[in-house]
């Protein structure tokens, strides 16, 4: 809450120090492995194939409760399965741990505090990535995601469109929000279908220029802009 509200006086009826103001500037809680366990979902249909298999019966739809029950194996088949990884409303500043999610499809990790877009690079199979109302100063680390289909990167603190050239596969981008004043970065998206670039900065109708060689664009918003 300090971080959000730098002019905040007091909170609960208490008054906010400098140093409390300080501590929550310095404060930073990072994604960790035991939280990727907590709000993961796995694949039922590997989770059933995998189980059938051999690879392990205590393989389940869900972490088990005791998990230094499981053996190494177990464990590295779990994350083997992991589909999906919503991680909302927990205040997360930095990401880790993300590097044996080698088959997540999807990603959502709205309305955190990160300030980067880090540690994404094993996720090659990647379709949808959520980081709605962020921090994030730019796109970045995205060369790895060629599978992705989806991104929302809206309500951040961006200023250009950089680094999409190697998002070949993406049909729906959304940077509402922004401070973006050129849709230059767009250009090199061939596949792209719906582009949400509502409520930025760009106010020069010639940007729409940038478009003309996304040939499968057929949802454009720019509504709040200049």
Not at 18 to 31: E, G, H
Not at 141 to 153: F, M, S
Not at 194 to 213: P, S, V
């Amino acid at each position: 809450v300090l971080r959000r509200m730098s002019v905040l006086q007091t909170m609960d009826g208490i008054k906010v120090t400098p140093r409390d103001r300080q501590r929550a500037a310095t404060s930073t809680t990072t994604l960790t492995a035991a939280m990727i366990k907590r709000f993961a979902t796995l694949d039922e249909e590997r989770v059933f194939r995998s189980g059938g298999g051999g690879l392990g019966t205590s393989v389940k739809a869900t972490t088990p409760k005791n998990e230094t029950e499981s053996s190494p194996e177990d464990d590295d088949v779990w994350w083997s399965l992991v589909d999906s990884l919503t991680v909302r409303r927990k205040d997360l500043r930095r990401l880790s741990d993300l590097d044996k999610l080698i088959n997540v499809r999807h990603v959502d990790f709205a309305c955190n505090e990160i300030q980067k877009m880090e540690g994404l690079a094993a996720l090659t199979r990647l379709e949808t990535l959520n980081f709605e109302e962020n921090r994030l100063s730019s796109i970045e680390n995205c060369e790895q995601l060629r599978e992705l289909r989806e991104l929302n990167v809206a309500r951040n603190k961006l200023v250009r469109l950089d680094n999409l050239l190697a998002l070949s596969n993406l049909t729906r981008l959304s940077v509402e929000g922004n401070q973006i004043s050129s849709l230059r970065g767009v250009s090199g998206l061939p596949n792209l279908c719906e582009l949400y670039a509502g409520d930025n900065q760009i106010a020069e109708t010639r940007e729409i220029f940038h478009l003309k060689t996304v040939n499968k664009l057929v949802i454009l918003d720019l509504t709040g802009n200049p």
